[in-house]
Protein backbone atom coordinates (compact mmCIF):
# COMPACT_ATOMS: atom_id res chain seq x y z
CA UNK A 1 0.00 0.00 0.00
CA UNK A 2 1.35 3.24 -1.16
CA UNK A 3 -0.37 6.11 0.34
CA UNK A 4 0.65 8.87 -2.12
CA UNK A 5 -1.07 6.77 -4.07
CA UNK A 6 -4.52 7.55 -2.38
CA UNK A 7 -3.77 11.06 -2.66
CA UNK A 8 -2.70 11.15 -6.27
CA UNK A 9 -6.05 9.76 -6.86
CA UNK A 10 -7.60 12.04 -5.08
CA UNK A 11 -5.94 14.68 -6.34
CA UNK A 12 -6.41 14.01 -10.44
CA UNK A 13 -9.95 13.46 -9.27
CA UNK A 14 -10.50 16.94 -8.26
CA UNK A 15 -8.57 18.38 -10.95
CA UNK A 16 -10.14 16.56 -13.70
CA UNK A 17 -13.32 17.75 -11.88
CA UNK A 18 -12.24 21.36 -11.53
CA UNK A 19 -11.25 21.73 -15.24
CA UNK A 20 -14.50 19.77 -16.17
CA UNK A 21 -16.27 22.54 -14.49
CA UNK A 22 -14.28 24.87 -16.40
CA UNK A 23 -14.17 23.75 -19.93
CA UNK A 24 -16.93 21.47 -19.68
CA UNK A 25 -19.67 23.70 -20.64
CA UNK A 26 -21.83 22.82 -17.99
CA UNK A 27 -20.17 24.23 -15.18
CA UNK A 28 -21.40 26.14 -11.83
CA UNK A 29 -19.82 29.43 -10.72
CA UNK A 30 -17.51 27.76 -7.49
CA UNK A 31 -18.58 31.08 -5.81
CA UNK A 32 -22.64 31.10 -6.63
CA UNK A 33 -25.12 29.86 -4.94
CA UNK A 34 -26.65 27.07 -6.91
CA UNK A 35 -30.02 27.36 -6.67
CA UNK A 36 -29.95 30.47 -8.58
CA UNK A 37 -29.62 29.72 -12.53
CA UNK A 38 -28.43 32.44 -14.62
CA UNK A 39 -31.01 33.73 -16.35
CA UNK A 40 -33.79 31.63 -14.43
CA UNK A 41 -36.68 34.26 -13.90
CA UNK A 42 -38.02 34.34 -9.98
CA UNK A 43 -40.00 31.19 -9.14
CA UNK A 44 -43.84 31.88 -7.37
CA UNK A 45 -45.36 29.04 -5.58
CA UNK A 46 -49.11 29.05 -4.88
CA UNK A 47 -50.24 28.64 -1.07
CA UNK A 48 -50.74 25.01 -0.83
CA UNK A 49 -46.63 24.80 -2.05
CA UNK A 50 -46.00 27.58 0.42
CA UNK A 51 -47.86 25.62 2.98
CA UNK A 52 -45.72 22.60 2.11
CA UNK A 53 -42.52 24.23 2.50
CA UNK A 54 -42.94 25.94 6.06
CA UNK A 55 -44.00 22.74 6.97
CA UNK A 56 -40.80 21.32 5.78
CA UNK A 57 -38.83 24.64 7.58
CA UNK A 58 -38.70 26.92 4.70
CA UNK A 59 -38.26 30.55 6.27
CA UNK A 60 -40.78 32.92 5.26
CA UNK A 61 -40.30 36.88 4.79
CA UNK A 62 -42.78 39.22 5.39
CA UNK A 63 -42.26 42.05 2.95
CA UNK A 64 -45.03 44.50 3.67
CA UNK A 65 -44.52 47.16 6.46
CA UNK A 66 -43.97 46.46 9.79
CA UNK A 67 -47.48 47.44 10.79
CA UNK A 68 -49.64 44.83 8.46
CA UNK A 69 -46.55 42.15 10.05
CA UNK A 70 -47.79 43.14 13.68
CA UNK A 71 -51.85 42.65 12.80
CA UNK A 72 -50.94 39.38 11.25
CA UNK A 73 -48.69 37.06 9.82
CA UNK A 74 -47.84 33.47 8.60
CA UNK A 75 -46.78 31.70 11.24
CA UNK A 76 -42.70 31.82 11.37
CA UNK A 77 -41.96 34.51 9.03
CA UNK A 78 -39.56 37.57 10.08
CA UNK A 79 -40.41 41.25 8.77
CA UNK A 80 -38.12 42.10 5.75
CA UNK A 81 -40.67 45.36 5.08
CA UNK A 82 -39.12 46.43 1.60
CA UNK A 83 -39.67 49.59 2.76
CA UNK A 84 -36.61 49.04 4.92
CA UNK A 85 -34.76 46.75 3.17
CA UNK A 86 -31.21 47.60 3.84
CA UNK A 87 -31.78 47.78 8.02
CA UNK A 88 -33.79 44.40 8.30
CA UNK A 89 -31.86 42.86 5.91
CA UNK A 90 -28.22 43.42 8.19
CA UNK A 91 -29.82 42.23 11.08
CA UNK A 92 -31.28 39.24 8.98
CA UNK A 93 -28.48 38.12 7.08
CA UNK A 94 -26.26 35.42 8.63
CA UNK A 95 -29.69 33.35 9.05
CA UNK A 96 -30.67 34.02 5.30
CA UNK A 97 -27.46 33.13 4.67
CA UNK A 98 -27.95 29.61 6.31
CA UNK A 99 -31.52 28.74 4.58
CA UNK A 100 -31.93 27.35 1.60
CA UNK A 101 -35.71 27.65 1.47
CA UNK A 102 -36.82 31.06 1.60
CA UNK A 103 -40.59 32.36 0.36
CA UNK A 104 -41.35 36.01 0.77
CA UNK A 105 -44.84 37.43 0.33
CA UNK A 106 -46.91 41.02 0.41
CA UNK A 107 -50.24 41.92 0.73
CA UNK A 108 -50.91 40.48 -2.87
CA UNK A 109 -53.30 41.25 -5.81
CA UNK A 110 -50.42 43.15 -7.38
CA UNK A 111 -48.51 44.14 -4.80
CA UNK A 112 -44.74 44.36 -5.64
CA UNK A 113 -42.80 44.14 -2.34
CA UNK A 114 -41.93 40.36 -2.16
CA UNK A 115 -40.85 40.76 -6.06
CA UNK A 116 -38.33 43.91 -4.72
CA UNK A 117 -36.94 41.91 -1.74
CA UNK A 118 -36.83 38.64 -3.51
CA UNK A 119 -34.76 40.56 -6.57
CA UNK A 120 -32.56 42.65 -3.81
CA UNK A 121 -31.89 39.10 -2.07
CA UNK A 122 -30.68 37.94 -5.60
CA UNK A 123 -28.22 40.29 -6.22
CA UNK A 124 -27.28 39.51 -2.76
CA UNK A 125 -26.98 35.68 -4.08
CA UNK A 126 -29.82 34.59 -2.02
CA UNK A 127 -32.61 33.09 -3.54
CA UNK A 128 -36.26 33.24 -2.65
CA UNK A 129 -39.09 32.43 -4.16
CA UNK A 130 -42.70 34.38 -3.87
CA UNK A 131 -45.45 33.46 -2.63
CA UNK A 132 -48.49 34.15 -5.72
CA UNK A 133 -50.67 36.56 -4.55
CA UNK A 134 -48.83 37.06 -1.00
CA UNK A 135 -51.04 37.22 2.05
CA UNK A 136 -54.42 36.95 0.68
CA UNK A 137 -53.79 33.83 -0.68
CA UNK A 138 -52.60 32.29 2.55
CA UNK A 139 -55.78 33.55 4.87
CA UNK A 140 -57.87 32.66 1.85
CA UNK A 141 -56.59 28.77 2.23
CA UNK A 142 -57.59 29.12 5.94
CA UNK A 143 -53.85 28.30 6.58
CA UNK A 144 -53.01 29.22 10.14
CA UNK A 145 -51.93 32.89 10.91
CA UNK A 146 -50.33 34.44 13.89
CA UNK A 147 -50.79 38.13 15.46
CA UNK A 148 -48.03 40.72 17.14
CA UNK A 149 -44.54 41.26 17.26
CA UNK A 150 -42.98 37.89 17.59
CA UNK A 151 -42.54 35.48 14.65
CA UNK B 1 -11.61 -16.06 5.10
CA UNK B 2 -9.51 -18.06 2.45
CA UNK B 3 -11.93 -17.31 0.01
CA UNK B 4 -11.64 -13.80 0.18
CA UNK B 5 -7.96 -13.99 -0.46
CA UNK B 6 -8.54 -15.96 -4.08
CA UNK B 7 -6.89 -13.70 -7.52
CA UNK B 8 -10.30 -14.11 -8.91
CA UNK B 9 -12.33 -12.87 -6.11
CA UNK B 10 -10.35 -9.53 -5.94
CA UNK B 11 -11.14 -9.14 -9.46
CA UNK B 12 -14.65 -9.66 -9.01
CA UNK B 13 -15.13 -7.31 -6.60
CA UNK B 14 -12.93 -4.64 -8.10
CA UNK B 15 -15.07 -4.78 -11.03
CA UNK B 16 -17.84 -4.97 -8.78
CA UNK B 17 -17.32 -1.97 -6.64
CA UNK B 18 -15.34 -0.01 -9.45
CA UNK B 19 -18.99 -0.22 -11.62
CA UNK B 20 -20.87 1.04 -8.17
CA UNK B 21 -18.73 3.96 -8.21
CA UNK B 22 -18.93 4.80 -11.86
CA UNK B 23 -22.48 4.65 -12.04
CA UNK B 24 -22.69 6.68 -8.91
CA UNK B 25 -20.91 9.74 -10.46
CA UNK B 26 -22.59 10.07 -13.72
CA UNK B 27 -25.42 11.64 -12.58
CA UNK B 28 -23.53 13.89 -10.52
CA UNK B 29 -21.03 14.92 -13.55
CA UNK B 30 -24.22 15.74 -15.55
CA UNK B 31 -26.10 17.75 -13.89
CA UNK B 32 -22.93 19.68 -10.84
CA UNK B 33 -25.76 22.37 -10.57
CA UNK B 34 -28.35 19.98 -8.59
CA UNK B 35 -25.92 18.25 -7.09
CA UNK B 36 -24.53 21.38 -5.30
CA UNK B 37 -28.10 21.52 -4.24
CA UNK B 38 -27.58 18.04 -2.67
CA UNK B 39 -24.73 19.14 -0.93
CA UNK B 40 -26.29 21.86 0.25
CA UNK B 41 -29.24 19.88 1.72
CA UNK B 42 -26.38 17.97 4.48
CA UNK B 43 -25.41 21.90 5.54
CA UNK B 44 -22.27 19.41 6.63
CA UNK B 45 -19.91 22.06 4.69
CA UNK B 46 -22.29 24.75 4.05
CA UNK B 47 -23.26 27.26 2.64
CA UNK B 48 -22.55 29.72 5.87
CA UNK B 49 -22.03 32.96 5.71
CA UNK B 50 -18.70 32.57 6.91
CA UNK B 51 -17.85 30.02 4.32
CA UNK B 52 -20.04 30.76 1.35
CA UNK B 53 -20.84 28.51 -1.26
CA UNK B 54 -17.22 28.21 -2.45
CA UNK B 55 -16.49 24.79 -0.13
CA UNK B 56 -19.91 23.12 -1.10
CA UNK B 57 -19.71 24.03 -4.69
CA UNK B 58 -16.11 22.79 -4.83
CA UNK B 59 -16.87 19.55 -3.09
CA UNK B 60 -20.01 19.03 -6.00
CA UNK B 61 -17.79 19.66 -9.13
CA UNK B 62 -14.82 17.25 -8.08
CA UNK B 63 -16.36 14.50 -6.01
CA UNK B 64 -18.29 12.71 -9.36
CA UNK B 65 -14.59 12.84 -10.60
CA UNK B 66 -12.61 11.15 -7.64
CA UNK B 67 -15.69 8.69 -7.33
CA UNK B 68 -15.01 8.25 -11.34
CA UNK B 69 -11.23 7.77 -11.10
CA UNK B 70 -11.73 5.89 -8.24
CA UNK B 71 -14.21 3.18 -9.74
CA UNK B 72 -11.89 3.16 -13.52
CA UNK B 73 -9.06 1.92 -11.42
CA UNK B 74 -10.72 -0.66 -9.26
CA UNK B 75 -11.90 -2.26 -12.85
CA UNK B 76 -9.34 -2.12 -14.48
CA UNK B 77 -7.22 -3.25 -11.68
CA UNK B 78 -4.44 -0.70 -11.86
CA UNK B 79 -3.25 0.03 -8.18
CA UNK B 80 -6.07 -1.62 -7.24
CA UNK B 81 -5.45 -1.51 -3.33
CA UNK B 82 -4.96 2.48 -2.82
CA UNK B 83 -8.34 2.69 -5.06
CA UNK B 84 -9.89 0.82 -2.67
CA UNK B 85 -8.52 2.65 -0.02
CA UNK B 86 -9.93 5.45 -1.74
CA UNK B 87 -13.36 4.58 -2.15
CA UNK B 88 -13.18 3.37 1.78
CA UNK B 89 -12.17 6.58 2.38
CA UNK B 90 -15.44 8.11 0.14
CA UNK B 91 -17.64 5.63 1.89
CA UNK B 92 -16.66 6.75 5.26
CA UNK B 93 -17.04 10.64 4.17
CA UNK B 94 -20.59 9.59 3.16
CA UNK B 95 -21.56 7.24 6.30
CA UNK B 96 -20.27 10.53 8.54
CA UNK B 97 -22.52 13.13 6.10
CA UNK B 98 -26.37 10.56 6.48
CA UNK B 99 -24.99 10.35 10.39
CA UNK B 100 -25.24 13.96 10.58
CA UNK B 101 -27.96 14.32 8.52
CA UNK B 102 -29.99 11.71 10.49
CA UNK B 103 -28.41 13.33 13.78
CA UNK B 104 -29.78 16.84 12.97
CA UNK B 105 -32.79 15.65 11.97
CA UNK B 106 -32.04 17.13 8.47
CA UNK B 107 -34.43 15.51 6.34
CA UNK B 108 -32.67 14.92 3.43
CA UNK B 109 -34.91 13.76 0.26
CA UNK B 110 -32.22 13.00 -2.23
CA UNK B 111 -29.10 11.49 -0.83
CA UNK B 112 -27.76 12.23 -3.55
CA UNK B 113 -25.93 8.62 -4.05
CA UNK B 114 -26.16 7.46 -7.21
CA UNK B 115 -29.04 10.18 -8.76
CA UNK B 116 -29.72 14.11 -8.42
CA UNK B 117 -33.05 13.77 -9.75
CA UNK B 118 -35.97 14.21 -7.29
CA UNK B 119 -36.86 10.38 -7.23
CA UNK B 120 -33.64 9.59 -5.16
CA UNK B 121 -33.75 7.61 -2.35
CA UNK B 122 -33.89 9.27 0.93
CA UNK B 123 -31.03 9.45 3.51
CA UNK B 124 -31.49 6.83 6.17
CA UNK B 125 -30.99 3.67 7.96
CA UNK B 126 -31.08 1.15 5.12
CA UNK B 127 -28.77 4.01 3.11
CA UNK B 128 -26.23 3.81 6.02
CA UNK B 129 -26.66 -0.61 5.93
CA UNK B 130 -25.62 -0.06 2.31
CA UNK B 131 -22.78 2.15 2.63
CA UNK B 132 -21.40 -0.09 5.41
CA UNK B 133 -21.42 -3.38 2.70
CA UNK B 134 -19.89 -1.01 -0.05
CA UNK B 135 -16.98 -0.42 2.78
CA UNK B 136 -16.69 -3.91 3.69
CA UNK B 137 -15.90 -4.64 0.09
CA UNK B 138 -13.55 -1.73 -0.19
CA UNK B 139 -11.76 -2.76 3.14
CA UNK B 140 -11.51 -5.87 2.23
CA UNK B 141 -9.80 -5.11 -1.61
CA UNK B 142 -7.25 -2.81 0.20
CA UNK B 143 -6.43 -4.83 3.33
CA UNK B 144 -6.66 -8.05 2.24
CA UNK B 145 -4.15 -9.35 -0.04
CA UNK B 146 -4.84 -11.95 -3.01
CA UNK B 147 -2.92 -15.02 -2.42
CA UNK B 148 -1.14 -14.90 -5.51
CA UNK B 149 0.58 -11.63 -4.11
CA UNK B 150 0.77 -12.92 -0.58
CA UNK B 151 3.16 -15.90 -2.17
CA UNK B 152 4.77 -13.51 -4.08
CA UNK B 153 5.71 -11.42 -0.99
CA UNK B 154 7.03 -14.37 0.56
CA UNK B 155 9.16 -15.51 -2.35
CA UNK B 156 10.70 -11.77 -2.35
CA UNK B 157 11.36 -11.99 1.68
CA UNK B 158 13.14 -15.25 1.48
CA UNK B 159 14.82 -13.82 -1.56
CA UNK B 160 16.21 -11.47 0.94
CA UNK B 161 16.87 -13.77 3.40
CA UNK B 162 18.42 -16.48 1.73
CA UNK B 163 22.29 -16.66 2.54
CA UNK B 164 24.36 -15.08 0.21
CA UNK B 165 22.02 -13.11 -1.24
CA UNK B 166 23.36 -9.33 -0.87
CA UNK B 167 21.54 -7.54 1.70
CA UNK B 168 19.97 -4.06 1.31
Not at chain 1, 105 to 129: D, F, M, P, Q, T
Not at chain 2, 53 to 74: Q, S, Y
Not at chain 2, 86 to 91: D, F, G, H, N, S
Amino acid sequence: MRLWRVAAIVAAGAFLGLAWNAFGGRGIALSGNAYIKPGEDVVEIDAAEAKKRLDKGALFLDARPVAFYEMGHVPGALPLPEDDFDRAFTRLEPRLRNTLDIVVYCSGYGCEASHIVARKLREKGIHAAILHEGWPAWTDAGYRTKEGKEP
Amino acid sequence: MRALRHPAVHWLLGIALGAVFIYASIDKIEQPREFARIVYHYRLIGPTAALGFVLANTLAVTLPWIEALTGLLLIVGVWRREAALTAALLLVMFLVAVGWALAHGIDVENCGCFSVSGEGRAAGAKLILQDLGLLAVALVLAFVPPRAREVARVNERVRYAAPGATSK
